[in-house]
């Protein structure tokens, strides 16, 4: 970021900033948070990410708030412009995270009661500490405004989607041989989607990035490697 004539500009773009970082910190927490109330069923916790969501949306309107107060009052050119909008489009992607993670701590407390079986979640729990790994490593890429960060990320995405895949089959293969299972499997189905869902947020952070740096948008496809829809399971008659 270069140094403006006008200090008071510097000091708008960086208080921008370290709001979206202070943002990327609370959606992250939130993450972890609702991963560790669904592998423990901690309702307790999953109550307080349901609340807490509600700051990150809060804080993801200031952002857009403050960044059209400065786009109105500096008309920024060519990097500064780049970082106001890529501080709304990343504070847009942490809101959606945070919803994601809300709605993962809701399928919590809907498990109440449920049968339970610790195996059924591990792949959940696996799949949500790599999620949360690249989301750290994005958001700590935006800090730095590490490019070469960032690209590991992006390029990193099929990673998840083919555990997402595999995932699905396995849940389906659960539900087929106990019915027990149903109910649960549907539960964390939709908890794996959340994550996996989180993890093409953390992809939009990283291309952000790449755009902020650079000034061009990736034109590469993002490596996209979820089958689940293509995946067909034979009942026993």
């Not at 412009?81 to 992607?93: K, S």
């Not at 959606?96 to 049968?115: M, Q, S």
């Not at 994550?195 to 990283?206: K, L, S």
Request: glycine share 4%; net charge negative.
């Amino acid at each position: 970021m270069t140094e403006h004539i006008v200090s008071s500009f510097d000091t708008d773009l960086k208080e921008l900033g370290r709001s979206v970082v202070e943002m990327g910190g609370q959606s992250e927490r939130l993450v972890a948070d609702s991963v560790h109330a669904l592998v423990k069923r901690d309702t307790e916790l999953a109550q307080k990410v349901i609340v807490l969501d509600g700051p990150v949306d809060l804080l993801q309107r200031e952002i857009e708030e403050k960044a059209v107060l400065i786009i109105a009052r500096r008309q920024p050119l060519a990097g500064d412009l780049r970082e106001i909008v890529a501080a709304m489009r990343i504070a847009n992607d942490l809101e959606r995270i945070g919803d994601l993670a809300k709605n993962t701590a809701k399928r919590v407390l809907a498990l109440t009661g449920e049968f339970h079986p610790q195996k059924l979640v591990r792949g959940v729990e696996h799949m949500s500490n790599i999620v949360l790994e690249q989301l750290k490593v994005v958001l700590d890429a935006y800090a730095t405004r590490d490019e070469a960060r960032a690209l590991e990320v992006w390029q990193r995405d099929g990673e998840v989607d083919v555990l997402y895949t595999s995932l699905f089959r396995e849940l389906l293969t659960y539900m087929m041989e106990d019915p027990r299972n149903i109910s649960l499997c549907t539960h964390l189905l939709f908890c794996a989607k959340n994550i996996e869902r989180i993890g093409d947020h953390a992809t939009n952070i990283a291309e952000t990035i790449h755009y902020l740096v650079t000034g061009q948008l990736l034109t590469e496809e993002r490596p996209k490697q979820d089958t689940s829809s293509l995946t067909s399971v034979a009942f026993p008659a």
